[in-house]
């Protein structure tokens, strides 16, 4: 249970890291909407929008197999601070590049590796969390800085569009590319501690010549991670029922913007706004989840999210006006934001600080296995049969995930006090 401890707004390191973090996401919903126009502007094709999607997912996923190994070895502060580097120069060689003329075939080199670096950061991100704030202050930490990004993706996406509009989409990139500098300069600022010393066993962790054996096999390394999920009830049915989610969802932000161009006939700033008014959802939901899941517990807090979402996917694919979609839009970045910081928090809680960044790596390696396939049937099936068909079978899918989590561990109301999660 979550106790009292020091203000986060005192605490300088988790201040810095806060603010450098928030403008970071504000640049990544420049790329977010700038990569899908580019490709939609040289091409026409949703399905091309899908296709680099799913590459772009399936490095991301490759790259998770070792990310958890890197940031449980490394010294995290570099990691982040060389990935942050990385990132940089890659979307910093788009608009260089596009200077001279389109390049779609440039984005399907970019745009990989950068998820594939972005995997490793995300992983380490979330390690570093925990060693960043108190214990008593993981979920509120989680909830602020999911809530403050989710902020800045509300202004990113409308300066996105307008940036777009008027200078183009590369412009868009570079804005990117310029807050990855800002995120690194931020982690340079800061220092980490509370991590496990070398050589102590933590509660749960393999005895010493286990331990020893486990370093000379690599692969035994890299799966201990997924060995903690499947040995953990509650951790095993979300990373099951969480990867089919990805599948049917991971998609939508391109089958979005395709419905408001194509169907709705709306300009490039519109479809800024859109996305800008549905990050509203995720505001409301980070903020929220604290408050939920401690009235209703984990398991009606996650499940509901689950379901509720499910609906407004099906809203989605049925709303003509532009107000329908962005609401509909934001009720599901909401739920998805309760039922993402809900699992995230859960997974900081249970986990033994020296696995954290395998069992981290393994479930966004499981979680996003079926992502890449998932958006390119996703929208292969909005351009072939509309977007209203591809949202109805998702959202119905949606719910029935929603219903098999009801017969798993998933539906206690507090895992991590019962023993349920290990």
Request: glycine share 12%.
């Amino acid at each position: 249970m979550e106790g009292k401890g020091s203000p986060l707004w005192r605490d300088r390191n988790f201040m810095v890291f806060w603010g450098s973090q928030t403008l970071s996401v504000a640049g990544d919903s420049f790329a977010l909407i700038a990569v899908p126009l580019l490709v939609l502007h040289v091409t026409g094709s949703v399905a091309q929008m899908g296709l680099l999607t799913g590459l772009a997912s399936a490095a991301s996923v490759a790259a998770g197999v070792f990310a958890g190994v890197l940031a449980d070895r490394l010294d995290r502060r570099r990691l982040l601070i060389w990935c942050d580097l990385a990132r940089m120069a890659l979307y910093g060689i788009v608009p260089v590049a596009w200077a001279f003329g389109p390049k779609i075939w440039l984005l399907y080199v970019v745009l990989p590796a950068a998820e594939a670096i972005g995997m490793v950061f995300q992983v380490t991100y979330v390690t570093v969390v925990r060693n960043l704030v108190e214990p008593s202050r993981i979920t509120e930490a989680n909830g602020r800085l999911g809530a403050t990004s989710a902020a800045a993706g509300i202004g990113g996406p409308l300066l996105a569009g307008v940036v777009a509009g008027w200078a183009g989409p590369t412009a868009a990139i570079a804005v990117n590319a310029a807050s990855f500098g800002i995120s690194a300069l931020g982690v340079v600022m800061i220092r980490f501690g509370r991590q496990p010393s070398a050589g102590v066993r933590q509660e749960g962790e393999a005895p010493d010549g286990q331990e020893h054996q486990e370093a000379r096999g690599p692969w035994r390394e890299i799966l201990a991670g997924a060995r903690f999920l499947w040995r953990q009830p509650v951790l095993r049915a979300l990373t099951v029922l969480l990867s089919f989610f990805i599948f049917l969802t991971l998609g939508l932000t391109d089958v979005l913007i395709y419905h408001l161009k194509h169907d709705l006939g709306q300009p490039d700033g519109a479809v800024g706004a859109v996305l800008a008014v549905a990050g509203l959802g995720t505001v409301a939901g980070s903020l929220l989840v604290g408050p939920v899941r401690r009235r209703l517990g984990f398991g009606a807090s996650w499940i509901g999210a689950i379901a509720v979402a499910g609906l407004a996917v099906v809203g989605l694919g049925t709303s003509g006006g532009v107000p329908a979609v962005a609401a509909a839009a934001a009720v599901y970045l909401g739920c998805v934001s309760v039922a993402g910081i809900a699992s995230m928090s859960l997974r900081q809680q249970v986990t033994p600080d020296h696995l954290l960044g395998r069992v981290t790596s393994a479930f966004w390696t499981i979680h996003f296995s079926l992502g890449p396939a998932g958006a390119a049937v996703l929208t292969w099936g909005a351009q072939r049969h509309g977007v209203a068909a591809v949202c109805l079978l998702a959202g119905a899918a949606c719910l029935l995930i929603a219903l098999a989590a009801f017969f798993t561990p998933i539906r206690q109301p507090n895992p991590e006090l019962s023993g349920a999660a290990g």
